[in-house]
């Protein structure tokens, strides 16, 4: 087991850049605003908090990208050397994000037409972030025991969320190192450049670790297959794990709907719901939406620490959880939370609510993300999918999680920073939104989202071909 947690452990660091990028951007948010987009005076409000939106959401669409070509690479060249290539791509991108004039003009001499690098540079770093965010489930469930899987599995969102903890602190500390005025000319430089840390420990962590024993045996290397899978699961079971494993590569075509478009649909759909109940709007803006409440830069940034909090906290009973209660019963729980609180959320806004209630709802609506849809959907889509078609599948349940993720986070800012929408819900109008779609995730689940429980992975293949 000790070799499992610490490859699980390594490969969960492609997580740590993902929460790390996720809510880095948090705290930039406001310079690229003032630096890049508000100077812009010809164009309209309207204009100009879409283009804020798609600056802070530009990564997503790299995101969606590096999702899509993950898959396909992990099959041909490895799950192990995917991560590599993706902390190589994230650490430069994440250094000139930072300093987006670096070789084309004297750093801050370029005014908004900084604008243009920095956002191909974000766009590059997502691509690193769609690749890690696909290929680091996948191989934490092909090297994971069945009954020890959903634990291990949940070790890539502990990582996020663990990522967007360090990183609030980080903002915070920055932050703290100047005033406002410092913030939005240097500070931001220096909360996106420190994203490379993180994609030097993921690269280093990548090239000590082997491939996994289901991509050895695509790859017709069974005797490093069994060899890893004797030390993992010990001899009898390898060898267990090996007849299954070839059964499943030969019974069918590997083509994308050989097994029926159900399984596509459901994990597009797990894909979508995840981000469609808000969380990236409340972890990309949870500094906005603090000051929308009347708190101050560093305190807003505070709050945005304790928010952080309460997600690993919540993340670790997820982890506690998942393989006791089951996959379905978490879902169904947090989604249920969270619609309660977004609607609350909403419904405080909009009548002008101040003091600690808001944040209060703020945690109860993390706590329920936390503990289900966060941690959970990666556990699904990480064992769903029979391995044949494993890779494309997961490539494009991802790649509609990044699309998705765009979606909410652009459209956020538009609609929070709308004049006349805001006379009537006074900043509110989104969670009602989020709370809505809530409701859907619980019935969906409820409906279509078989249990994965203490199933292998070819266990759970027979699923498919059943119904």
Known sequence: MGLVMGLAIGAALGGLLFGYDTAVISGAVEAIDH?????????SEMARNAMTGNAVGIALWGCFLGS???????????RRTGMMIAAVIFFISSILAGYPEFGLAPIGGMGVDALTPFQIYRFLGGVAIGMASLISPMYIAEIAPAKHRGLLVTFQQIAIVGGMLLVYFVNLKIGEMGDDAWVLSTGWRHMLA??????????LAAFFMPDTPRWYMMKG????????????????????????????????SGKLFSFGVGVIVIGVL?????QFVGINAVLYYAPLMFKNMGSGTDTALLQTVIVGAANVLFTLVATATVDRWGRKPLLILGALMMAASMAALGWMFQNHTEGNALLFAAIFYIAGFALSWGPVVWVLLSEMFP???????????????WISNYIVTASFKVV???TAINAVFNHGLNYYVYAACSVLAAL???KFVPETKGKTLEAIEGLWKKS
Request: charged share 20%; with cysteine; hydrophobic share 45%.
């Open 194 to 203: 420190s994203c490379a840390i993180p994609a030097g420990l993921f690269f």
């Open 444 to 446: 969906f689940v409820w």
């Open 221 to 252: 290397k069974e005797d490093k297959a069994r060899a890893l899978l004797t030390q993992l699961d010990g001899p009898e079971e390898a060898e267990n794990t090996m007849v299954e494993i070839k059964d499943s590569l030969k019974a069918n």
């Open 387 to 401: 391995n044949s078609i494993k890779g494309p599948a997961m490539a494009v349940a991802v790649a509609a999680q």
């Open 35 to 43: 630096n890049f987009v508000q100077p812009r005076t010809e164009l």
């Open 68 to 78: 899509l070509i993950a898959g396909p690479l992990a099959t041909s060249i490895g």
């Open 270 to 274: 797990l894909s979508v719901f995840q």
């Open 416 to 418: 929070d920073g709308d």
